[in-house]
């Protein structure tokens, strides 16, 4: 294993002592975000979409120091996800497969996990909407959200391990129906669009955890960086890659050069001027998107920015070291609009921050500047 420079290196060590103790503190339990910094595990707050990060988060700590503790803990947390192969409830499939049972097929190829993986894609098939083209949220068959960007790989990965052309027409058609309804002329997103279910027709815009309708909610804007870009790497359709660096430049020209977005770039003067989640996700979209561009001046800028992200995250400010405080990342947003995990620790803002750090020890070449 290749050592990372040392804030890095430090990042991971925090992290591993950090999950250690959240799973000794609350066995078995896969809380989604912190109040006052220690992790909720009365309620799940909202949707339960979380459950496979704590799982993915400690494969992530095995591949990144190869303790075999952590490969058993993983194993132990993906196991507590599986039944929710079959859930036909919520649109997050991807968010506890890919994680997880994804990642354990990836590294063993394992049959089994083979087979998770299918059935949970398969599953999420079911919210296709073919009026419209799209998989719809949780919210009903009307409503399309940006956040299923992250899902529909779930069904790309099954389309590909079964050959299976039916459920890639799905994930296409899915892609193609965001691309053109949620991703506006500027390349900013919109949360969520309204159609009309029986005739697919798109009626309006509308928001859940961002400012306004017609403003940008930074974690769907980095759902749609890594999304796109996976969508590219699975179908090589130049559309997907075109969307995901519009996306990206979007994301680069509106954040401030520490790399941290507040959580919607809209609103005027927030109250909080940090969505770590958010910027968690882009560093390691931005690392998947780098290796994909064609053009070698965006892979640079793509890579630098990655890393600048990871380096402020890594900063005090972020990285908290106080064990009183029981998450990883600080400044982290789950719901502004109802105030919910609101500048606190988030498990998806964890678990993309250590996958960031994992691309960083795969691509092994570090920026001068940090
Ligand atoms: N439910 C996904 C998110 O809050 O980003």
Redesign the pocket.
Known sequence: MKTLPFPYQHAIEIASQKLLYLIATYPDLTPSFTQAGKWRVQETG??N??EGFLGGSLWLVYLLTRDERFLQYAEHYSRLVELRKSDRNVH?LG?LFLPTWKRWHDLTEDVYARQVVIEAGQTLTERFVPQGGYLCSFQGSHSL?I?IM?NVPLIFEAALLLGDDNLLNIAHQHCLTTRRYLVRGDFSTAHEGIFDPQTGKFLHYQT??GWRDDSTWA??QT?AIYGFALAYQYTHKSVFLQTAEGLADFYLLHTPSHGIPPNDWDEPNPAFPYES?AAAIAASGLFILSGLTQDPLRAKVYQDTAYQILFTLCSADFLTEDDAWEGILRHGI??LPAFVGVDESTI?GDYFFLEALWWANQSGSFSEKH
């Open positions: 909202w949707t979409w979380c997050d968010f959200y956040d992250m859940q955890q974690r769907g759902w989640s789950y719901h998806w």
